[in-house]
Every structure is written in structure tokens, then in C-alpha cells.
């Protein structure tokens, strides 16, 4: 039988998962399988597809961009996701983080505050037949979804200055939430959050960066 022969998005896909992802202890197997599953390629601008795979944000429209491999891949291991988990993405974007995590939990709920990017994700779920994935457009990503909690996994795609107290009340008892906590710095971190007997525990794990996230800054304080 004559040898499957790898096209050009295959052989960077592989390229991503043994080499950069692997080397920098993405470990998670059933992770992994789906990073390769899912052509990152289909859901980037077709000026940016030759580089898909580049360890970079790619902007993917609205002022918004695609997490990095890396970064994308080190949140979710921290999120140390079960196939029982209910999760939420936030600022889920053109749905390639549905599309990765859809098949590693029970059920996704997607939330975007564009109605460009919401109606694209719409569009690769249906391509996909992506199963128990609601994508909902929202106001204000920063309040959540309330009307699913509680999530026992919160994914938030950006960076963010601070961690709304309305989000964190949806984590189920033992949830996870990670996000990229902007520091003031070059760098900001990989945090995990949480939920521990009806308190929220935040600890930083690796150096990240990327583009801030609508509703998430800290506000302004006023001293007279």
C-alpha cells in the first residue's frame, strides 16, 4: 500500500506539534492529537495561511488576533481539560478554539463581543459538525455567559489586566480559568485560576504576550 504523502500544511502542523510544542513540555496527548486535528491554516486570512503555524499571533479581523501555538497550547495543558468539563471560551473569535477544544470536553460554550467573527465561527462549527458547541454573540465578554454556569473550565483568549469577580462566579466548585494577566512589563503571564472552597486561587506559570481583550482593563482611580 502505497505511503500517505504529506501536503504542505501537514508537514508544518507536524512540524508544530513534535517540534515546538513538544520540546516546550506540551505533553498532553489527546491535546496535541487535536492541534494536528484541527487545520489552524482554515481559520487565518488567506494572506497569512503560508504562515499558520509561525509561533506568532496571527490577526484574524476586528482588532483581534489568534493565539500563538505555543501560548494557545500552554493555556489549555494548565487548563488540564476532561473529556466530562464544561467549558467556556471567551473572546472565542472565528471559533478555532471551539473547534480544538470541542472534542476534548462534554460541552463548549463560545462568546464573542463581534458580530463578524461570531458569524464566522458559526460557519466552521456547521463545516466541522462541531457537536454541543453554542456560539452566542455578547455585549460585554468580561461578564461571561451566567445563563450555562457553572463552567468547570473558562478559556479567555487575550490578554487581560484584571479578573472580573461576575467571570470567576461561574467557575463550577474545582473550576479552571486561564488567561494571559498583563503585568505592566514586556511580558505578561500564563495564569491558572482556581475555584477552591468558595475562594479564588491565582498562580502565574509561564512568560506571555498578546493583543488585550475588550472589557478587561482595571479601571481608573481617582484620588482627591
Do not use: W
Not at 504523502?5 to 510544542?21: C, H, M, P, R, T
Not at 509561525?54 to 482588532?63: A, C, F, K, P, T
Not at 478555532?96 to 460554550?109: M, Q, R, T
Amino acid at each position: 500500500m502505497p505511503r500517505h504523502k504529506l501536503n504542505i500544511s501537514e508537514i508544518q502542523a507536524n512540524n508544530v506539534i513534535f517540534g515546538q510544542l513538544s520540546i516546550n513540555k506540551i505533553t498532553d496527548q489527546n491535546l496535541l492529537h487535536m492541534l494536528s486535528a484541527v487545520k489552524r491554516e482554515d481559520f487565518v486570512p488567506p494572506a497569512f495561511r503560508h504562515c499558520a503555524y509561525i509561533d506568532q499571533d496571527i490577526e484574524i479581523g476586528s482588532d483581534r488576533v489568534l493565539l500563538a501555538p505555543l501560548t494557545f497550547a500552554s493555556l489549555l495543558q494548565l487548563a488540564d481539560i476532561e473529556p466530562s468539563c464544561r467549558a467556556l471560551i471567551i473572546g472565542g473569535g472565528n471559533g478555532y478554539a471551539a473547534a480544538v477544544i470541542a472534542d476534548l470536553v462534554g460541552h463548549v460554550v463560545s462568546i464573542d463581543d463581534s458580530s463578524e467573527l461570531t458569524a464566522q465561527a458559526m460557519e466552521h462549527a456547521k463545516r466541522l459538525n462541531l457537536k454541543d458547541v453554542d456560539i452566542k454573540q455578547v455585549k460585554n465578554m468580561a461578564d461571561g455567559y451566567p445563563l450555562s454556569a457553572p463552567y468547570d473550565i473558562i478559556f479567555i483568549c487575550g490578554a487581560i489586566e484584571q479578573l472580573p469577580e461576575q467571570l470567576t462566579s461561574q467557575l463550577g466548585i474545582g473550576g479552571r480559568l486561564v488567561a494571559i494577566r498583563e503585568s505592566g512589563k514586556s511580558l505578561g503571564k500564563g495564569i491558572l485560576a482556581k475555584s477552591i472552597d468558595g475562594h479564588i486561587n491565582i498562580r502565574e506559570y509561564f512568560d506571555a504576550s498578546t493583543k488585550p481583550l475588550n472589557g478587561f482593563k482595571k479601571s481608573i482611580q481617582f484620588v482627591f
